[in-house]
C-alpha cells in the first residue's frame, strides 16, 4: 500500500526556516505527483505547492511564492518542503499527498489527491 509520512515540523521564529520532508512507500515516487497543504485551526484545507512527477513543473500558493521551495530526490522516495521566512499566518498541520501523473495546472486542487499522510505540526510564533 502507498503511504506518505511527514516530518520536520515544529515550532519556530517568525523569520526562521524549516524543511518539511514527506517520505513514501510502498510504490516509487518517480510515478506520482506529490503536493503540500495545509490546514490552520478554523481554516479549510488550502493547497501550498505541488511538483510533479518528474519534477519538471511547480506550483506554488500565491501566499508563499518567493519563501517556499519544493523539491523531490527520487532515488529517496522523498519530497521535500522549504519554508524560509515563516510567518505566524504559516501555522497549520501540513500534509503531503501523492496523486500519479498529476498536472501542473490541478496539482494545488486538494480532490485531486486519492493519498495523504497523518500532517506535520507547524507553529511559528516569537
Known amino acids: 500500500q502507498l503511504q506518505l509520512v511527514e516530518s520536520g515540523g515544529g515550532l519556530v521564529q517568525p523569520g526562521g526556516s524549516l524543511r518539511l520532508s514527506c517520505a513514501i512507500s510502498?510504490?516509487?515516487?518517480?510515478?506520482?505527483?506529490i503536493g503540500w497543504f495545509r490546514q490552520a485551526p478554523g481554516k479549510e484545507r488550502e493547497g501550498v505547492s505541488c511538483i510533479t512527477n518528474s519534477g519538471g513543473g511547480t506550483k506554488y500558493a500565491d501566499s508563499v511564492k518567493g519563501r517556499f521551495t519544493i523539491s523531490r530526490d527520487n532515488a529517496k522516495n522523498t519530497v521535500y518542503l522549504q519554508m524560509n521566512s515563516l510567518k505566524p499566518e504559516d501555522t497549520a498541520v501540513y500534509y503531503c499527498?501523492?496523486?500519479?501523473?498529476?498536472?501542473?495546472?490541478?496539482?494545488?486542487?486538494?480532490?485531486?489527491?486519492?493519498?495523504w499522510g497523518q500532517g506535520t505540526q507547524v507553529t511559528v510564533s516569537s
Open positions: 510502498g510504490f516509487t515516487l518517480d510515478y506520482y505527483g
Open positions: 499527498a501523492a496523486h500519479p501523473f498529476i498536472a501542473t495546472t490541478l496539482c494545488l486542487m486538494t480532490d485531486k489527491y486519492p493519498y
